[in-house]
């Protein structure tokens, strides 16, 4: 007999069914830890013990960069929705229209501007829950948009990237997404404008292979995963077992593939440093 249900008086039963969010207590997937969801937040999405970086929607993210929160939208252009009229198990408009309604995003690039510690920059957030941060003609342009408003700003452009690598469903049109964001970083170093890469986990593929990787200055978060073809993937291929913490960020770090790993409290901070010392602005004290 079920308690609950055939004992307790209706109006009881309700006050002792309270509805709770989903969201409520969240798990670390490193220690298995449950965290208070309010908590994880407040942290900016770091578990407090285990110190893992759980994945930063783009809005907090954005917040937690910026003076204030504040940032103004910058309009990315319009690019061909489906090229190729690719079907898989479903139309590839379709999908694309699945994912615009759930993140309430054109696509994979969200491109602001604001001011760091009141030095004007431009930056950009790689979505990864929009097709898994995947890069096609619309995120292309989106960059290359957000470079060439840097160089119209004479401000510094950070990009987070976040990206499973190249977009399948555009094909050629997708990968032709890679020269082209490279020919945009060469425009911000003839400029002499910073650019500065943030390597959130993942980054693989394509944009690995692309614009990810030609920062002045390349950061990654804790534990991040960076590399272009999967580790079992190149486990499989040469037949050898690869190293402990193989494409993690810290491993990239001691190998020279980037300049330095830098905890989430700490990336503001980080930022607002490098760009005052690029773009040789004094530091607020000194300026005083």
């Not at 829950?129 to 948009?145: D, K, Q, R, S, V």
């Not at 399948?168 to 910073?194: C, D, H, N």
């Not at 930022?271 to 005052?276: S, V």
Request: hydrophobic share 45%; net charge positive.
């Amino acid at each position: 007999m079920n308690w609950m249900s055939n004992v307790v008086p209706p109006k009881i039963r309700s006050l002792l069914r309270r509805d709770t969010p989903e969201n409520l207590w969240v798990k670390c997937p490193d220690s298995g830890e449950l965290v208070f969801h309010k908590d994880l937040e407040a942290n900016l999405f770091v578990v407090p013990n285990s110190g893992y970086h759980m994945r930063m929607s783009v809005k907090a993210r954005l917040a937690s960069i910026y003076d204030g929160g504040v940032y103004e939208e910058i309009a990315t252009p319009e690019a061909p929705a489906d090229p190729l009229k690719f079907r898989d198990v479903k139309r590839y408009a379709d999908r694309i229209k699945e994912f615009r309604a759930k993140t309430g995003a054109n696509d994979s690039i969200k491109l602001t501007a604001g001011s760091l510690e009141t030095i004007p920059v431009v930056v950009a957030v790689q979505d990864f829950e929009f097709i898994a941060g995947t890069l096609g003609m619309a995120a292309g342009e989106a960059i290359i948009a957000g470079m060439d408003e840097a160089v119209r700003r004479r401000a510094p452009f950070i990009i987070f990237t976040a990206s499973g690598g190249a977009r399948m469903q555009e094909g050629i049109f997708s990968l032709m997404q890679m020269p082209r964001t490279t020919v945009a970083v060469r425009r911000l170093r003839e400029a002499r404008l910073p650019y500065i890469v943030v390597l959130t986990n993942p980054t693989t593929g394509g944009v690995t292979a692309s614009y990810a990787m030609l920062g002045d200055v390349q950061i990654a978060e804790p534990g991040a995963v960076i590399g272009f073809a999967g580790a079992r993937v190149i486990e499989q291929t040469i037949r050898e077992r690869l190293p402990e913490g193989f494409q993690r960020a810290e491993y990239l770090m001691a190998h020279g593939m980037i300049d330095m790993v830098v905890a989430r409290k700490d990336m503001r901070a980080t930022l607002a440093r490098l760009c005052g010392l690029l773009m040789r602005v004094p530091a607020p004290a000194a300026a005083a």
